[in-house]
């Protein structure tokens, strides 16, 4: 069974800046692409950023465009979200999910596994 796990989510005023890995058991990430994705209180969850199986291709929506990078190390089965001038609306809960293609995609229904989802608040 896949497990991918997030961590590096917290607690950072505006302005800040934090780093969330994503970790996945054996070779989930082999060959798919995978996306962030965040779900605010009281709102749907919502594309972030993803990256192509080889990192050559990203995706990011507009809001995080310039301030948020993703990308992946494949021989360390982990891929990583660095989010630089962190903004009250970016509080949410973070998680990565791996897609069912090669390719980066923005719709949750092109991802077939799940992470548990990391915290994180920005205080303004």
């Known amino acids: 069974q896949v497990q991918l796990v997030e961590s590096g989510g917290g607690l950072v005023q505006a302005g800040g800046s934090l780093r969330l890995s994503c970790a996945a058991s054996g070779r989930a990430f082999s060959g798919y692409a995978v996306g962030w994705f965040r779900q605010a209180p009281g709102k749907e969850r919502e594309f972030v950023a993803a990256i192509s199986w080889d990192g050559g291709m990203t995706l990011y929506t507009d809001s995080v465009k310039g301030r948020f990078t993703i990308s992946r190390d494949n021989a360390k089965n982990t891929v990583s979200l660095q989010m630089n001038s962190l903004q009250p609306e970016d509080t949410a809960v973070y998680y990565c999910?791996?897609?069912?293609?090669?390719?980066?995609?923005?719709?949750?229904?092109?991802?077939?596994?799940w992470g548990q989802g990391t915290q994180v608040t920005v205080s303004s």
């Open positions: 999910a791996v897609s069912i293609l090669g390719t980066p995609r923005t719709y949750r229904t092109d991802y077939k596994n």
